[in-house]
């Protein structure tokens, strides 16, 4: 299956791939989960059906890969040295304009996912899972440098309070996520969680 896969990802170059997110975003956001189709996403990137297929699979791929590659840079290659420097600078990699976009994409994606089996499916899978298996790779390293203890109870909820500040902002405050209010939260709420003392 990976080799296939690979397969299929090679057919096109990186740059051309960019350019087929970015219409597949912009679409999301015009239209939402329901109404995009893979014959709006083939006119608007004068692409063929058949190549979105092979490429993709279908929709729900398509879709989540898009907003993966929104990521910046991997999780796990943030290593400052510090707990705190490392969540703030992964709060940090975007700015507020594009947090707010991508805060707008991720809500418009998680009430699609609720109605949609095969959107979960990829959603989990290629999205929310590989972000898990990064960000446990900061936290480890926070316990082995002594910051955080290997016991500490909040460690399994962290991911939690990082996604709920981001993903609540706007409903709570009726504003969007910005790097400022991220930094502030990691600063009462995460990091006193984890009995992290900040300098």
């Known amino acids: 299956m990976a080799g296939?896969?690979?397969?299929?990802?090679?057919?096109?170059?990186?740059e051309r791939e960019a350019e087929l997110y970015a219409a597949v975003l912009d679409l999301?956001?015009?239209?939402?989960?329901?109404?995009l189709t893979m014959d709006a996403v083939a006119a608007r990137t004068k692409s063929s059906k058949a190549t979105l297929y092979r490429q993709w699979g279908g929709k729900p791929e398509l879709v989540v890969k898009a907003m993966r590659s929104q990521k910046p840079g991997g999780t796990a290659d943030v290593d400052t040295g510090s707990l705190r420097s490392d969540l703030h600078t992964l709060v940090c990699r975007e700015d507020d304009c594009d947090m707010e976009r991508?805060?707008?994409?991720?809500?418009?994606?998680?009430?699609?996912?609720?109605?949609?089996?095969?959107?979960?499916?990829?959603?989990?899978?290629?999205l929310v899972e590989p972000e898990?298996?990064?960000?446990?790779?900061?936290?480890?390293?926070?316990?082995?440098r002594g910051e955080v203890?290997?016991?500490?109870?909040?460690?399994?909820?962290?991911?939690?309070?990082?996604?709920?500040?981001?993903?609540?902002?706007?409903?709570i405050d009726g504003m969007p996520p910005t790097r400022a209010f991220l930094t502030s939260y990691i600063d009462a709420v995460v990091l006193p969680a984890l009995g992290v003392s900040l300098p």
Do not use: W
Not at 4 to 14: K, L, Q
């Open 4 to 14: 296939v896969a690979t397969a299929r990802r090679s057919r096109i170059t990186p």
């Open 28 to 35: 999301l956001r015009e239209v939402g989960y329901d109404a």
């Open 102 to 126: 991508n805060s707008d994409l991720m809500r418009a994606l998680a009430m699609a996912v609720h109605d949609n089996p095969e959107l979960m499916k990829a959603f989990r899978e290629l």
């Open 132 to 144: 898990m298996q990064e960000f446990k790779k900061v936290m480890q390293r926070a316990i082995d």
């Open 149 to 171: 203890r290997a016991d500490c109870p909040a460690l399994d909820y962290t991911i939690h309070m990082m996604v709920g500040a981001f993903a609540t902002r706007t409903m």
